[in-house]
């Protein structure tokens, strides 16, 4: 079996995968850095919803791993409160050469974010508080031309986290645990801008179908989720920390074999020629309504990048 102890350990902006040999446990770290502000920063985000889509997107990507498969891993969440729709995208690179790309996007009413900060009730948690009521899908699509799976459960319990727990927990084939941690660190400064800047910390454990020894195995799996739900012993998001100590850190009684470790990138698939194709996909009539001080100007949810075409482009 390929794999080898905690020698090659990237240090952010990536995905380690780690295996547990006494507790047939297979694991994934995840270090969001750079990538995780590419995705929140610039949107003007509310903190408490950055963070909410921050654990999403920490989720999608400690989940992709656990589907086999080499496409896209997407979860949105619908619901009825402040931040109605939020989306966080994982694709792999194509071939699988590069970096993984990372998107997302929370849809919001700031009006509606503030009050239920202010006025909410105070025994529930900010997820509750923000997203109301509402469901969580997993989409997954292995390529192009290949099955799309979907498997949807309800926002259900305090934070996004433990949703996802309850969905694991449906599902026959995925006995799996997980825990995220997002926020703001001081950013090492060296220019203008942002102080801070946002960074996420997560760990995957999902165990391995039992062999031989299946009460043996549930003592083990049992002793391994105890760990990785110790909250306070490492503060997953510390940048100083790293992957290999925090691996040790959290399980410091276990051999680990760690696996050839992935890197992500926030990046989107928007383009002009995707925008072209959307907006010739509408009647001309509506194209012409579009139309502000001479063009066309479409802004990508994702990235905010501007995409402006003339009415002459547009075949107007
Ligand atoms: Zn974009």
């Not at 996909?281 to 012409?288: D, L, N, Q």
């Amino acid at each position: 079996m390929p794999g080898e102890s905690l020698t090659h350990v990237a240090a952010d902006d990536v995905v380690q995968p780690f295996q547990i040999d006494r507790a047939d446990v297979r694991g994934r770290l995840v270090r969001l850095g750079a990538a995780l502000d590419g995705v929140l920063s610039g949107h003007g985000y509310p903190d408490a919803v950055a963070s909410l889509l921050g654990e999403l997107v920490v989720v999608a990507v400690a989940t992709a791993g656990a589907f086999k498969f080499q496409g896209m891993l997407s979860l949105q969440t619908s619901s009825d409160g402040a931040v109605p729709l939020m989306i966080a995208e994982y694709r792999a690179a194509p071939e699988n050469e590069g970096p993984a790309r990372l998107r997302g996007y929370a849809r919001y009413d700031a009006a509606k974010v503030a009050a239920a900060l202010r006025d909410g009730d105070p025994k529930q948690s900010a997820m509750e508080r923000l997203l109301g009521k509402g469901s969580l899908a997993f989409t997954v699509e292995s390529g192009p031309g290949a099955d799309r799976y979907q498997g949807i459960t309800a926002l259900d319990g305090p934070t996004i986290v433990e949703s996802v727990h309850a969905y694991f927990r449906q599902s026959d084939q995925l006995d799996a645990a997980i825990r995220v941690d997002v926020g703001r660190v001081a950013r090492i400064s060296n220019g203008t801008g942002s102080n801070s800047a946002w960074r996420a910390g997560g760990v995957l454990i999902q165990r391995m179908p039992s062999r031989a020894y299946p009460e043996r195995d549930d003592e083990e799996w049992r002793r391994v989720l105890a760990l990785v739900g110790s909250s306070g012993r490492l503060d997953l998001l510390d940048p100083k920390v790293t992957a290999r100590d925090m691996l040790r850190h959290l399980f410091p009684e276990d051999d680990l074999r760690a696996y050839q470790p992935l890197q992500v990138e926030a990046r989107c698939r928007c383009s002009r020629d995707r925008v072209d194709m959307v907006l010739r996909s509408f009647p001309a009539s509506e194209i012409a309504d579009m139309v502000v001080d001479g063009e066309v100007t479409v802004t990508c949810e994702f990235c905010n990048s501007h995409y402006r075409f003339s009415p002459k482009e547009l075949n107007l």
